[in-house]
């Protein structure tokens, strides 16, 4: 049975971090490629971050050097690093079973919200 769990997400002020994980059952993370993809109020998917099945990774060109993509194969998770957030950042955050875009296998979101 395949299952992708996220978690992580709460309420954080501007400036601050939180570390998203994606909790993976029923294939492997580390010869799979997957996506972070988030979705804000009002608004369309929108494509995050993605990692190949051989480790490469590519993150959405506004968000380099505020996000990072990466995983535990031991653990069977996928990570997604966020620091110095922003407001604009306040979305729901999903991993998805894709090498990017935003369509692909996704389970329940988690929620991140930035504000003051």
């Known amino acids: 049975d395949v299952q992708l769990q996220a978690s992580g997400g709460g309420l954080v002020q501007p400036g601050g971090s939180l570390r998203l994980s994606c909790a993976v059952s029923?294939?492997?993370?580390?010869?799979?490629?997957m996506t972070w993809i988030r979705q804000a109020p009002g608004k369309g998917r929108e494509w995050v971050s993605s990692i190949s099945s051989t480790g490469v990774t590519r993150t959405m060109n506004s968000l380099r050097g505020r996000f990072t993509i990466s995983r535990d194969n031991a653990k069977n998770t996928l990570y997604l690093q966020m620091n110095n957030l922003t407001p604009e950042d306040t979305a729901m955050y999903y991993c998805?079973?894709?090498?990017?875009?935003?369509?692909?296998?996704r389970g329940q979101g988690t929620q991140v919200t930035v504000s003051s």
């Open positions: 998805q079973k894709s090498s990017g875009g935003t369509t692909g296998l």
């Open positions: 029923g294939f492997t993370v580390g010869n799979t490629a």
